[in-house]
Every structure is written in C-alpha cells, then in structure tokens.
C-alpha cells in the first residue's frame, strides 16, 4: 500500500506552515492574561523550584491534572527569568514574566504543528498535509489557546500527534509509530491525565475492529496497544518526577473524578440556561471554528460517512472512471479508514466529555483541532476533482488557492492579540463562556493613566488578572462597597447567569449607570468601568465658607432634565454650624446670572458626606457644560461649612476657589486652580 510522502519531501510544507504558526501566535504574545494562568505561572515557578533548587522531586506535585508538561516549559522560561530579574516569581510581580512562561508553551505548540504536518503528510498526501497544517495554524481559536500558559493546547497536539502515529501505523507498521504514538500519549498524559485515557480507549477500538475485519491478529493487535500503553506510562513517569516518590494518588484522582462528573463548572459559570444543556459542545465548535473551517468538516465527515456506508472504500464509490483512478492514483484510496477513525475519535471524545457535568470550551479542544485536519482533507479532495475537471484553468485555481491562504492567515491577525477571544458571527455560545480575562489589561492601562492611580483602590471582576496589569489596588468585586473603591469593573462572562448568582447581582446594581469606559474586541464590549469616586478622594477641604468665598465647578452634564448634584461636605468634625448655604447653578463660569438657586441650613448638612441639592429639572441639559458653586455669604468662621476637593484634576472641568470679593472686570475664570471639588451627577 503507498505511503505518500516521507519526511524529506513534505520539509517545505512542514517549515513554511510552522512559519505561519509562529507568524499568527507571536504579535501580542503576552500582552494579556487570563484568570487560570495566575495559578499556573505559580506554580511553574514552584516546580522549577521545588526541583532544581531544594532537590525536592516531591514538591513537582503542584496539582492533580498534572500539568508536568506545561510547568516544564512554562517554569524553564520563569526561572531563566527569575535568573535574569534577581527575584522569584509572585502573584504581585506576573506582569515581568508573561512572556517568559508563554513564549516555551507556544514554541512547543508550533513544534507540534509540524509534527502533526508531516504526519498527515504521510497519511493523505502534501496537499492535504499542508491545508490541514495551514487551518490548524491559523484557526484564531486555536492561535489563541497557543499564547497562554495553559494546559488544554498542549494536551489536544499531544493527542493528535499520539493518534495520527497510531494511524499511520496502521497503513505502515514501522515500531518508529508506536514510538511516537506512545511517547506523545504519555506526554498527554503528563499533561491532563484523565481525559487523555481516551486515546487509549480508542486505539482499542481500532485494534479490535480490526481484528474482527481480519486484518491484525488478536496477538498483534495485543503487542501494539500494551506497546503503547506501556511507553505512554513511561513517559508519564518520566516527565512527572512526583510520581517517583509520591504514593496515594488513587484517592486524589477518585476526588477528581467524582468533581468533574457531578460539578457544574462552578457557581461562577453557571448560566440560566445552564452550560450543561444538551447541545453544548456543538454550539463551541460552531462558535469556536471558523464558517469556512467547520463547514468544509462537516462536509468531509458526510462524504465519508457516505462513501464508508455505500462501499468501504472512498475510491470505489466515484462512477466516473478518471476521477477514480485519480484518487487511486494519488493513494487517497486509504483515506476513507482514516478519515472514519479521525471523526469517531473526535465524536467519541466529545460524546466522553459531555457526560460530565463540568464543560468548558477548551474542554472540547483535543476534539476542535480535528476540524482543520478534516477541513484540509476535503479541500484537498476539492483540489483533486477541480484539477481533474478544469485541467486548462490550473493558474486560476493556484492563485485561488493562494488568495484563500492569505484570507485564512488574515483573519487569524486580524483577532491578534485576542485571537482567544474568537467567536464566530452565529451568537450560539452563552455569554458565560466568553471572555476568560483577555481585554482586562486595557483596563488597566485605562487606570494608570488616571491621576490617582497611585492610590486609587478599584474592585473587579478576576481581580488577579486585572491586579497583575494596574498598579493601584485591586479588590474583588466582594468589595465593591468599600468606600476606598473608586472604580468597578464587570466583565463579559459576568452575563447570562442565574438571577441569584453574585455576578447577576453586581450587573443588576449598575444596570443604569453608565461606564466611563469599555473595553472592546472585535466591535464586541468585554470590560465595562464604572466610576464611584467617594470622598476618600478629596482628602481635602477649601477652609470656611464664609463671607465673599465662592467654590465652584464647571460640569458636564449628560442627561436631559437635570434636576441634583451632591457635593461632598464638611462641618469640621460635627460643629454646629446654622448658617445659610446657597448652591447656583449658572450657565458658564463666566456669568453671574443662577439658572438654579437652591438655599439649605447647614445645620442639615452632615461631616464628611454627600449632600444632595436638588433644583428644578433643566430642559435640554444633556452634553451641556455648566458652572456650579457654593457660597454662604452670612457664614463667618466657626460658624461655616467647608466643600472638599482633591489637589489633581481626574473630574472633566474645572475648579474655581475664590476667597476674596471681585475686583473690577474680574470673573470666576481668573480663580481656576488645579483640582477638582467633590461631586457627583
């Protein structure tokens, strides 16, 4: 039976698809975080520690996924960092070592590309080799899961690398395959172990379906898959140092098990709808994969289906006898087995997975990257019949081909550096699902341009996310109330849940405000910021209202039928001040002339609080600018009130601070200072 290519013919297409991988994954690569990777940096760091500097294998036990593979990678690139920077790695110093842990973690990904290229090279051909291999580099989805220090990406290559050896074994039964299979599923393993027991469940299925169909010996089909199995636990060993010394983890994965199979995804992702819904891993790979990419699968998976039904082999259904002897000709007569495996090893697994009760997304990735593979095989089925049919256009088809290959790579740059965040034009994933933290360094670029930002204390949804990016202080939105919070950020995935869940509430609380900024990707809003700057802001006071004094602000209002405003007062720790205070509302700064007058008794007025001032309703006040002050011309001192202000301008307009009566020609404009008076709309 042919082989198509060997290693040496397919090294272009091996090398130019790892190219495009690096080209699509390296722009923004580490610019963003995502909530799970706060942990997962750690504990790398902790990995490398715990090994190469207190000799303690047993401390590689970081958790039970294990994640080995990627706390290899990630913690060499941590601890040549550390090496470099002088200090180890914290929650409160991320920022200094994001790339350092995501650039190995995505170098090993592209590497597995490749080797998934030339594999399928060996199995369907160059032609297929390279469009499956150019769709799995490029799908954004699958770029994005590329750039972050997580363990799913890596598990989903290892897995597809472990089968595709496996099958090629099958067409040519070389002990090289059973090598490579084996050592990629116990990398699998070392990477996430319960799922990944499914490749060898699968290989079973193909090795006994097999031996019934005659074409192995029970004795064969034996050898290769405790073959396998044995090299896999060999790997897993060796790439998992805790397993030498440690003993009991049988009762840590029954814990898993138990967790994983009766555990929604926890509170925090649970929807109304609930993500344990029946059709929810076919809503992530509509949503997930590219129209063009899961269309062009989906119809691969029908034409097999087809085909395999009717007659077995994909060849022997074509009636037309110079199609047929193409396909022969080309060895796509043995694609029609392997594509068969290929869809019932993604179908099964997803079927495997969906009975647990936890679902995520990225849960679904070892079954998602199937799609480019089945994607480049129907394309390139496509290629060959198109070819055959139209032999004089061979120019125009090639520069299609080509104008289809830079649209592909396009989209993928198009995403960057939220390429994670991809979700296809039909609105069929929950909101519950989207976003896992991308769009929250923007946020914190946002705030530490604010003039406060060295003191500013905000409370946020993945407050660690947020914490590693802005240099305040970051609370969870737990917090919110705290009167040091001067900013709320919500984000994405906080809608769609239950009415009763936290998230719901916070969402509910601000549903009227409006944020003072939003994150965006892709035209769609992630993060939302809200500003409640309290009086913890305006540490400070103008002195006594008293006399001539006036103390003003110039406000952007933006409503319609504006009607109060609070300012933030003082009365000197409780004095028993009952003079008059009086609250003009004028149409510029410049003029003397109140829209508004509003007169209370200080005694009314409470220590270090908001008052409200509420006047009639102002027709047509939305995006107009006014002036609004203070004044309390019979107040004298120990009988008056103060206004507070903070010394730096972080509210739009300005403050006037006039101590003195006018003197000719002068207006409140000549009194401007810098800072900003205490107030609310």
Do not use: C
């Not at 294998?57 to 706390?71: D, R």
């Not at 990678?73 to 929650?91: H, N, P, Y």
């Amino acid at each position: 039976m042919k082989i198509p290519d060997t290693f040496m013919r397919a090294r272009w297409v091996i090398g130019l698809v790892m190219l495009i991988a690096l080209i699509v994954r390296i722009p923004g690569l580490g610019s963003f975080m995502t909530v799970d990777e706060e942990k997962w940096m750690v504990r790398s760091g902790l990995y490398w520690h715990k090994i190469f500097r207190d000799g303690d294998v047993g401390g590689a036990f970081v958790t039970t996924h294990p994640g080995a593979t990627l706390t290899w990678l990630a913690g060499a690139g941590i601890f040549a960092q550390e090496t470099r920077l002088g200090f180890d790695i914290d929650t409160s110093n991320l920022e200094y070592f994001r790339k350092a842990a995501v650039w190995p973690v995505m170098t090993a990904i592209v590497l597995l590309i490749g080797v998934s290229v030339w594999l399928l090279s060996r199995l369907f051909g160059r032609r297929v080799a390279w469009w499956s291999g150019l769709l799995l580099a490029s799908e954004p989805y699958l770029a994005g899961m590329s750039q972050v220090a997580h363990v799913d990406m890596l598990l989903s290559m290892f897995m597809l690398v472990a089968v595709l050896a496996f099958l090629v074994n099958q067409i040519d039964g070389r002990i090289r395959w059973w090598i490579i299979s084996g050592t990629a599923g116990g990398l699998a393993m070392a990477t996430k172990l319960l799922p990944s027991l499914w490749l060898f469940v699968f290989m079973a299925i193909v090795l006994i379906w097999r031996v019934l169909a005659g074409e192995r010996s029970w004795r064969e089909a034996m050898r290769l898959w405790w073959f396998v199995l044995g090299m896999s636990v060999v790997v897993f060993y060796a790439a998992w140092p805790a397993l030498w010394v440690k003993h009991g983890l049988d009762a840590y994965y029954q814990r898993d098990v138990v967790n994983i199979v009766t555990v929604d995804h926890g509170a925090g992702a649970k929807s109304a709808a609930g993500p344990a819904s029946n059709g929810f891993y076919a809503r992530t790979i509509v949503g997930r994969l590219t129209i063009f990419t899961w269309l062009v699968a989906l119809g691969t998976i029908l034409a097999t289906a087809r085909n395999i039904f009717e007659t077995k082999l994909l060849a022997r259904s074509i009636a037309r006898e110079d199609i047929r002897l193409a396909l022969k000709k080309s060895g796509m007569h043995v694609w029609a087995q392997s594509l068969l495996w290929l869809i019932l090893y993604g179908v099964g697994f997803l079927a495997m997975i969906s009975l647990a009760a936890k679902k995520s997304d990225r849960y679904a990735l070892p079954a998602l990257v199937l799609g480019p593979v089945l994607a480049g095989v129907g394309v390139g089925l496509a290629w060959l019949v198109i070819r055959k049919k139209w032999p004089e256009k061979k120019k125009v088809w090639k520069g299609v081909g080509g104008g289809l290959a830079v649209l592909i790579v396009w989209q993928a740059l198009a995403w960057s550096p939220y390429a994670i965040a991809f979700n296809g034009p039909f609105k069929v994933r929950p909101m519950t699902q989207q976003g896992w933290g991308e769009g929250l360094d923007q946020v914190g670029a946002w705030l530490n341009r604010h003039p406060l930002a060295d003191r500013l204390v905000i409370a946020s949804w993945y407050p660690g996310v947020t914490r590693t990016y802005f240099k305040g202080t970051t609370m969870s939105l737990s917090s919110r109330d705290d009167d040091r919070v001067g900013y709320v950020v919500t984000y994405r995935n906080m809608y769609g849940r239950e009415p009763d869940d936290v998230a719901s509430n916070v969402l509910d609380e601000f549903r009227d405000k409006k944020p003072v900024y939003v994150v965006e990707i892709q035209g769609e809003p992630y993060a939302w910021v809200y500003e409640q700057l309290g009086l913890y802001y305006y540490p400070l006071h103008a002195g006594e209202l008293v006399g001539d004094m006036e103390v003003g602000q110039v406000v952007q209002v933006d409503r319609d039928n504006w009607e109060s405003i609070d300012i933030g007062m003082a009365t000197f720790s409780g004095r028993n001040n009952n003079k008059e205070v009086i609250l003009h509302v004028r149409e510029n700064i410049d003029s003397q002339v109140d829209l508004r007058t509003v007169r209370v008794k200080a005694e009314d007025i409470a220590d270090s609080d908001w008052h409200k001032f509420r006047f009639d309703p102002i027709e047509g006040s939305r995006g107009k600018k006014y002036f609004v002050s203070l004044t309390s011309p019979a107040s004298v001192k120990g009988n008056a009130v103060t206004v507070k202000f903070v010394d730096r301008d972080i509210r739009a307009g300005e403050m006037v601070l006039r101590r003195r009566a006018f003197k000719d020609g002068e207006t409140n404009r000549d009194f401007i200072r810098n800072g900003d008076m205490a107030y609310r709309l």
